[in-house]
C-alpha cells in the first residue's frame, strides 16, 4: 500500500536533547514537508523539500534541522534550541509542477518534553 | 500575518443540519483551496478542493463555495452526522506547488 510512515507515534526528550523524527513515503512523490501542530495553532510549517538534496525553511524553522538525501525520506530533528518541542509532528508529501495537487499525510509523531 | 482566517473556532450543530466553516484569504496568487478533515491523534485528510474557476464545488455531502472577488470561501457539510465530528482546516497555495497555509482549524461536533 502506498502512504508516508511516520515514526515513532509518541517520543519522549529529554531536556537538552536533540532527537529524530522519521518521515518515509512510497507515493514517488517529489516533494516533503513537516509542520508543527499546537492546539488552537493550525498548521505551521517547519521546512519544506521539492527535491533531493535541497530543502527551504518554513515559517517555524528555528530549533529544528532536516535532510533530503533521498527522495522517499524526509527526517526531521528536533535540536535542545528548540525550547518549546511538546507538539504533534506531521510530515506530508505531495507531487511537484506547476499545478498544486493533494498533500498526504502521516498519522503524526506526539513529541513531549519531560 | 496569518494568511488564512478560519472561523468558527468551533462548532456544534444538531444531526441532520448543515455545518459551515468560512475561510478568508489575503494573497491573490493563491489558487487552490483544499479542506482537510482531522480526526483526534490522526494525520489530515484531504476532503474536497476547489480552484478559482469554479465558484462551487459538490461532492457527496459536502459543498466548497468560492468567492473570488471577496477572497472567502467555505465548507457546507449538508445533513451532518456524529461521525462527522472532527476537526476541519481550510488551506491554500500559489502556483509552483508551494507549500499549503492552512487556517487555525474548526472544531466541530455533531449530536444527536
Known amino acids: 500500500d502506498g502512504g508516508i510512515t511516520q515514526s515513532p507515534k509518541y517520543l519522549f526528550r529529554k531536556e537538552g536533547q536533540n532527537v529524530t523524527l522519521s518521515c518515509e513515503q512510497n507515493l514517488n512523490h517529489d516533494a516533503m514537508y513537516w509542520y508543527r501542530q499546537d492546539p488552537g495553532q493550525g498548521l505551521r510549517l517547519i521546512y519544506y523539500?521539492?527535491?533531493?538534496?535541497?530543502?527551504q525553511k518554513g515559517d517555524i524553522a528555528e530549533g529544528y534541522s532536516v535532510s533530503r538525501e533521498k527522495k522517499e525520506s524526509f527526517p526531521l530533528t528536533v535540536t535542545s534550541a528548540q525550547k518549546n518541542p511538546t507538539a504533534f509532528y506531521l510530515c506530508?508529501?505531495?507531487?511537484?509542477?506547476?499545478?498544486?495537487?493533494?498533500?498526504?499525510f502521516g498519522q503524526g509523531t506526539r513529541l513531549t518534553v519531560v | 500575518q496569518q494568511q488564512v482566517k478560519q472561523s468558527p473556532q468551533s462548532l456544534i450543530v444538531q444531526k441532520g443540519g448543515i455545518s459551515i466553516i468560512n475561510c478568508a484569504y489575503e494573497n491573490t496568487a493563491f489558487d487552490y483551496f483544499p479542506w482537510y478533515q482531522q480526526f483526534p491523534g490522526k494525520g489530515p485528510a484531504l476532503l474536497i478542493a476547489i480552484r478559482p474557476d469554479v465558484s462551487e464545488k459538490k461532492e457527496g455531502r459536502f459543498t466548497i463555495s468560492f468567492n473570488k472577488s471577496a477572497k472567502q470561501f467555505s465548507l457546507h457539510i449538508m445533513d451532518s452526522q456524529p461521525g462527522d465530528s472532527a476537526t476541519y482546516f481550510c488551506?491554500?497555495?500559489?502556483?509552483?506547488?508551494?507549500?499549503?497555509?492552512f487556517g487555525k482549524g474548526t472544531r466541530l461536533s455533531v449530536i444527536a
Open positions: 506530508a508529501s505531495s507531487f511537484s509542477g506547476q499545478t498544486n495537487t493533494e498533500a498526504f
Open positions: 488551506a491554500a497555495s500559489s502556483p509552483g506547488n508551494t507549500p499549503l497555509v
Open positions: 523539500s521539492q527535491i533531493v538534496n535541497d530543502f
